[in-house]
């Protein structure tokens, strides 16, 4: 009986230190991925893109408020990019290749539409977060 106890008591702890490592984790991820949001700029596309998607997370609505498509991705040249776009409706995965073309933004869309705030699961996925500096508004191509 001593020895049950003993053991539920040492799994309760070690349960509860996973627990707090997590969520120790998950913040430090949180504010480090914060950061890296507070310091993009945003700016227009100035020509066409061919990308290769290494982050993607689609458009989401929530309430009257609505996010648009965010990926970061890879262009031709090697240079790591982020860009939103407001209407494309498919579904994208890492390590697909699209194309992104200039595309007009309102005003008013510039200054209501950001990025849906996100952390992942995987550090390496929220370093992405922090390899960019602009976001550009564009389109992408069907």
Known sequence: MAKLVLFTCITAIFIQGCVMNK?????????????????????EL????HIKVLLYNTKHSQDIYSYPNFLIGVNTEG????LMDKDFKGKLQQ???????????????????KP?????????????YCS???VFYARIKD
């Open 23 to 43: 969520k120790a984790y998950r913040e430090a991820e949180k504010e480090k991925v914060s950061n890296c949001y507070k310091s993009w700029k945003y700016e």
């Open 46 to 49: 100035q020509s066409v893109q």
């Open 79 to 82: 240079d790591t990019i982020a």
């Open 95 to 113: 390590g697909d290749k699209i194309t992104v073309e200039p595309h007009e933004w309102t005003a008013a869309e510039k200054e209501i539409k």
């Open 116 to 128: 849906l705030f996100t952390v992942r699961k995987k550090s390496s996925e929220n370093k992405l």
């Open 132 to 134: 960019v500096s602009i």
